[in-house]
C-alpha cells in the first residue's frame, strides 16, 4: 500500500488510530499487537519509545496500517518511512517534514491547534490535521472550525476516551488518536486487558 490516498482512506475507515509509547520497544510490540487482536487497524508507533525501527520490524507481518508518530524532523520522518511507516504524525507543523512527504506520497498528519496552523498545514498537503492536545477543545470546536475551512480534516488526538470517542466522531471528526487509555489498560491488566479494551473501542465507533 504505496499510495497516499489509499493510505488515507484505509486510515479513516478505520477510524481509530491507537497510537503506541512503550517504555521500551518490547512493551510497545505487545501494545501493537494487543491492539489489533482487539480489532483496530491502524498503529502509530512513537519515536518516543526506545528502538522504534525495530517495532516496525517486528510487526510488518501484521495486518495492520503502520504509522510513526512524534516525529520532530525529517531525517527522523525519513528513517521510519524506512523502517515501513505508511504515514507520519507530528506533534506540531514542520514544513521540511512536509516537503519530504509530499516528495514520496506519504501521509503527514501535523498536529494543528489553531485556524492559523491549520492553513498552513493545508497549504503544504496536509490532508489530515491532528487537533493536539484535543483536551484542551470541546467536540463542537470541529464544527467551528469547518465555517471558515470547510474542506479541513481532523483526528483529534490526546484525551480522546470511551467516554467522548463518540462525540468527537459526530462532531466531524474524521478519526481519532488513542493513547494514554491503552497504557493504562496495560498496566491494570495485561496485554488482554488491551484487547478488549481496543475491541470497546471498535464496538463503539462502529455504532
Not at 10 to 38: M, N
Not at 106 to 130: N, W
Amino acid at each position: 500500500m504505496n499510495n497516499k490516498y489509499e493510505v488515507l482512506q484505509t486510515l479513516t475507515d478505520a477510524k481509530i488510530v491507537a497510537v503506541i509509547r512503550g517504555k521500551h520497544a518490547e512493551e510497545a510490540i505487545q501494545l501493537s499487537k494487543a491492539a489489533a487482536e482487539g480489532g483496530i487497524q491502524a498503529i502509530e508507533v512513537t519515536y518516543t519509545t526506545p528502538n522504534a525501527a525495530d517495532i516496525f520490524r517486528a510487526l510488518e507481518q501484521t495486518d495492520v496500517l503502520l504509522g510513526a508518530g512524534s516525529v520532530l524532523d525529517p531525517e527522523t520522518a525519513r528513517q521510519a518511512m524506512l523502517a515501513g511507516a505508511r504515514f507520519i504524525v507530528s506533534p506540531h507543523f514542520n514544513q521540511d517534514i512536509a516537503i519530504l512527504c509530499n516528495r514520496y506520497s506519504v501521509p503527514y498528519l501535523p498536529g494543528c491547534m489553531t485556524i492559523s496552523d491549520m492553513v498552513k498545514a493545508l497549504e503544504a498537503g496536509c490532508d489530515v490535521l491532528k487537533l493536539f492536545p484535543a483536551s484542551h477543545f470541546e467536540p463542537s470546536f470541529i464544527r467551528s472550525i469547518k465555517g471558515p475551512l470547510p474542506n479541513v480534516n481532523v483526528m483529534p488526538t490526546g484525551g480522546v476516551n470511551l467516554d467522548n470517542v463518540t462525540e468527537w466522531l459526530e462532531a466531524g471528526a474524521v478519526a481519532v488518536g488513542i493513547a494514554s487509555d491503552l497504557n493504562k489498560a496495560y498496566q491494570k491488566g495485561g496485554y488482554q486487558a488491551v484487547v478488549n479494551h481496543s475491541q470497546s473501542y471498535v464496538e463503539k465507533c462502529a455504532k
